[in-house]
């Protein structure tokens, strides 16, 4: 499991779930899905899959992170790991200005 934090403020990492996907997006989150292993709490010795999604940034992933820190806080089941995968969408690279000007008849 990855062990990284980002500096972010809680705060600024609340305020990205108000904005539009397209802006989060063009701000460098792309779309990360994590699969979490964790242990049933009524039979430990089973492992079971919990699969999370959401607009998060790379490469500290702040949003996961702070969905694990909940996790830790207020679920009973322990976390066995989890595997991240990220896919930036949109980036600014991407947007390009057209030099055409067409009248729409």
Do not use: K, N
Request: contains cysteine; proline residues 7%.
């Amino acid at each position: 499991m990855c062990s990284r934090r980002s500096g972010r403020s809680t705060a600024a990492r609340r305020a990205r779930h108000d904005r539009p996907a397209l802006i989060a997006q063009l701000d460098g989150y792309g779309l990360t899905t994590a699969e979490i292993h964790y242990y049933r709490p009524d039979h430990p010795s089973l492992l079971q899959l919990y699969v999370w999604q959401d607009y998060d940034l790379p490469p500290d992933f702040p949003v996961l992170f702070d969905f694990l820190a909940m996790w830790r806080r207020q679920l009973e089941a322990a976390l066995h790991s989890v595997r991240i995968a990220h896919d930036a969408l949109v980036g600014p690279a991407e947007l390009r200005v057209a030099d055409i000007i067409r009248a729409i008849d």
